[in-house]
């Protein structure tokens, strides 16, 4: 049944206004990625005979490790081959890996930290060839941090005007929250990771105050969205939060946020969520 809503919600989409990637995204709000989570992402990906997957594992403090638990899991449920593209250790000019990248049917990025990622390919070859296999029909996925790497303005996790380090914030001030440039695969969406069992509310709050043209997308651990262009669609087993559109967004005195109201919405497995202002 899964395996059917996937196949006709891409299928509905293909036809949409926004058709300008062939590809897709699983952004994985990370956590437990369960064999049937990666079933969805494999039937995303649709493989064919010859095709192979690509981890990216710059954002880990233990790549190969990374590697090793992802590789492994693959290999029980599928028998694509899996290749381990560590581009902090190897020439981001090289041109086999970098041609071999664009042609992966399948790339995945670790979690870890997205700060580190970025760093390793921005303004390189590799973040070209990301967007090459994405604009050309291949699935990018990514999981806690290699989901916030997906948005333009991607969340750093740090607050501004509070520089002790929290897992969530504990403030809904004005001019908090750090974004760095990332991926770029999602230009009006940013998402955040881990929300519901770190409580993320205010930080994406605080996202949706400083980018009010946006949508601003929660993914609970275990669990993903599937987007093809201006829709995406739930998968796994916890929830998804959305937020947009803020109302009489202002400011006090003092920086505190205020709006009379924004959309709100939480979604299931199965449901469909519009990505697009």
């Known amino acids: 049944m899964k395996k059917q809503l996937l196949l006709l919600f891409l299928l509905a989409i293909s036809f949409g206004t926004y058709a300008q990637n062939k590809g897709n995204l699983f952004i994985i709000g990370g956590g437990n990625r369960s ?6 992402m494999l039937q995303t ?7 192979y997957i690509i981890v990216l594992p710059m954002a880990s403090t233990i790549p190969d490790s990374g590697f090793k638990s992802f ?44 700060i580190r990622f970025m760093k390793t390919v921005l303004n390189t070859p590799v973040y070209d060839a990301i967007h090459k296999a994405y604009k050309n029909g291949s699935t990018i996925a990514g999981t806690s941090a290699g989901a916030a790497v997906m948005s333009k303005y991607m969340i750093t996790g740090k607050q501004l005007l509070d520089t002790v380090y929290k897992e969530t914030f504990n403030k809904l001030w004005d001019k908090n929250i750090e974004f760095e440039e990332g991926m ?3 230009e009006n969406t940013i998402i955040d990771q881990h929300f519901l069992k770190r409580n993320r509310y205010n930080r994406l709050i605080s996202a949706l105050a400083a980018h009010p043209k946006m949508i601003c997308i929660g993914i609970d651990e275990g669990t993903a969205i599937i987007v093809h262009n201006a829709k995406a669609m739930v998968a796994g087993d916890s929830q998804v939060i959305r937020f947009a559109k803020p109302i009489a967004l202002t400011k006090t005195e003092k920086g505190l946020l205020k709006f009379n109201q924004a959309d709100f919405g939480i979604f299931t497995a199965g449901d469909v969520i519009d990505i697009l202002p």
């Open 35 to 40: 064999d049937a989570l990666m079933k969805q």
């Open 45 to 51: 990906a649709n493989l064919k005979s010859g095709d």
């Open 71 to 114: 590789s492994a899991q693959m290999n029980k449920i599928d028998n694509h081959q899996v290749k381990n593209f560590n581009f902090s250790k190897h020439d981001v000019n090289d041109k086999n890996w970098i041609d071999s990248l664009s042609a992966a049917k399948l790339i995945y990025i670790l979690g870890g930290d997205q």
């Open 184 to 186: 770029g695969l999602l």
